[in-house]
């Protein structure tokens, strides 16, 4: 795409508003909410987020604090009432501050004024164990951001999830869509991951000539403002399941603790549109979760998951072998964080233009959509 | 007749304690066993058949590979064979007499075990380091190479704390928690954090 696409805070500022606040994002998983009082904390497009259980309901709110605009929940994720540590406020399942410290002596709100003290809300879904957050106020459906079929493969797979999770975030310096054009682009494997993942599974990138012909027309035409075939575009980009075949499944011994999601040997892979890439390269028996949310044109925060399938009998060494993931699977995204930056350093005003091949059909419809979308061809 | 010894194990620490043995060690037999990684983890059924529990105690040798659950399995394995194990302290190393030290553990050479400490069963406390007064150091974890513990610091059960940490005196580290970071920890450390330098913020596990 055009550079002021990775470099512009106008344009960062416009994507946030268009993409970030309209679209579903991934925010988090089940099993860090299994609690009543158990909460996760992240900051979306700006904005603090607290997804918090109350007595098994989840609820999404600011985190931010009514009286002096103290964050509720400090920790990225805990198990704690939501209550500011600041003056005591505590709030219940409905955002209302139900619990104000010497209310009526030393604050005398009026009743009205009383009344409304509520936290802002966010509409909130679930897909198996997968928590989706939309920051607008008046949401899409979320079949309209994702097809059907691919929802039921999220709900099943991520069913398959065990509770253990382990969790890592890491402040990278590059512009998040550089991210899913890479995981986008299978020709970079052989590439940059000679010595890592490419010696276990053989990607290769294919033309799919039917989608080939597909990004021609779109990418072709005219700019649209018909929102109903955008939005049938939009619903193309989140695809999953199993990918390319893996060239040796390894037998560990803590494959035989977990029930494992299906039975192929096969990588498996999941883009959700924009920002949510899930894999399994050990054929379903653990999984990688990559979040990566936009913090300035040029920063991106990534947020991992290291989980295993769902553990059917007890395994003490469990820390062990997610540290072991962690330590292997960190690799391989090291060697495409350093890509990534490497080309968003590069990037300035008159840097030419990228030259996709066939092969790069998805890409391009993307960058179609996305660019429409940007120029106020429609809207979300 | 004294009580044989058997050392069993693979990699680094297995070939320090080996080297440092030659063919016998305080005046015992020694016999060697070198493993794979995969048979320390999971050990054949038949792997010690050829010693009698009355007959030989066990040194098993195994670095912090899977955060020491790899040396707790074959730790395990032979317990439940019933043999016994001793402990490994060089002999430049200094423990005061009222610490207390579990057996299969390994203190390397010059590390320091000050007055009252307690190194917990199945540990290995590296080359140089000090645990101060009080400290405890629970069972299967990993203090490497001139680490400092403070008095009254504690490190919890498979832990691995890399060379040249130093934690500060009443700090409290989880159990299996990895410190990767060589600096001064100051606050407790819970339960199944991560500190490596690739991050951030100190990696943890939720369950």
Known sequence: MKPDYYLSEEIFRREQEKVFTRLWIFFGLTTMLADHNSFIARTLSGIPVVVQNFNNRLRAFENICLHRQNALQWEDSGKRPLVCRYHGWGYNAEGFAENIPSDAEIYRFDPKERSGLTLRSFHLEVIGKLVFINLSADPLPI?????????????????????????????????????????????????????????????????????????????????????????????????????????ELKPLEWHGAVDRFGNLEHYYNWLAYPNLHIASGSGGYSFTLEQHNPVAPGVTELVVYWLTAKKKRPYPAMAAVLQASLNGGFRVLEEDIRIMEMVQKNLHAGAPLPRQGDYEYLNKMVEKWYSDLMDGDFEI | ?????????????????????????????????????????????GLLEPYAPQDWDLLAAVGQDGMNFIRLALFSHAKQRGFKFESFIHSSAVIDPTAKIGENCFVAENAVVGPHARVGYNTAIGARSILGVRTVVDTSAWIGAACTLGATSRVGANSVVDA?????????????????????????VPDRTYHHSLFDRPVRIYA
């Not at chain 1, 018909?226 to 939005?231: C, F, G, I, L, S």
């Open chain 1, 143 to 247: 079949a309209e951001q994702f097809p059907a079929e691919f929802i039921e493969s999220l709900r099943s797979s991520s069913e398959m999830y065990d509770s253990e999770v382990l969790v890592a975030r890491v402040r990278t310096r590059f512009n998040w869509k550089l991210a899913y054009e890479n995981l986008r682009d299978a020709n970079h494997p052989p590439f940059v991951h000679a010595q890592t993942l490419a010696k276990s599974v053989d990607f290769h990138a294919v033309i799919d000539e039917a989608q080939h012909r597909r990004s021609e027309n779109v990418c072709e035409g005219a700019a649209s403002g018909d929102r109903t075939r955008q939005m049938e575009l939009l619903r193309s980009f989140s695809f999953g399941g199993p990918d390319t075949a893996l060239n």
């Open chain 2, 1 to 45: 007749m004294s009580r044989g010894l058997l050392l069993i194990g693979y990699g680094g620490l297995f070939d320090a304690v080996s080297a440092q043995t030659p063919g016998n060690w305080v005046g015992r037999t020694m016999e060697k066993l070198a493993l794979t990684a995969d048979d320390a983890m999971s050990p054949p059924e």
């Open chain 2, 164 to 188: 040249g940490v130093i934690i500060a005196d009443g700090v409290s580290v989880g159990k299996q928690v990895v410190l990767q970071i060589a600096r001064t920890y100051d606050r407790d």
